[in-house]
Nanobody, 125 residues
Framework: QGQLVESGGGSVQPGGSLKLSCTTS????????MGWFRQVPGKEREAVAT????????SYGPGLGGRFAISQDNRKNTVYLTMNQLEAEDTAMYYC??????????????????WGQGMQVTVSS
């Protein structure tokens, strides 16, 4: 069983919203970098948003901070990605990721060793 369990992907019309969830163990969640990434076939994987769960310090990919929000629920060991005003260009496989142990590096630029199974998000009319 995977250490990162994702849910919430699916299809939505342009302008709609989706909220992705990623639940893990307390050991992985606590004081660690976690993030959301996405990938379109034929393109490199892109960092969408990251958070250091110890302080809730967040970072976003270029141009995404206005529509996307990463958040966390410490009681549930869960990180969320709320996506608003979705566009066709947001269509991709979305992955949750975590460091195996906090490295001390900036979460947006660190190496993630743990990955979820991925979820398809399709934005289409």
């Amino acid at each position: 069983q995977g250490q990162l369990v994702e849910s919430g992907g699916g299809s939505v019309q342009p302008g709609g919203s989706l909220k992705l969830s990623c639940t893990t163990s307390a050991q992985i969640f606590r004081n660690n970098c976690m993030g959301w990434f996405r990938q379109v076939p034929g393109k490199e994987r892109e960092a969408v948003a990251t958070v250091y769960t110890g302080s809730s310090a967040k970072s976003y990919g270029p141009g995404l901070g206005g529509r996307f929000a990463i958040s966390q629920d410490n009681r549930k060991n869960t990180v969320y990605l709320t996506m608003n005003q979705l566009e066709a260009e947001d269509t991709a496989m979305y992955y949750c990721a975590a460091e195996r142990a906090y490295s001390g590096r900036w979460c947006f630029n660190t190496d993630y060793a743990l990955w979820g199974q991925g979820m398809q998000v399709t934005v289409s009319s």
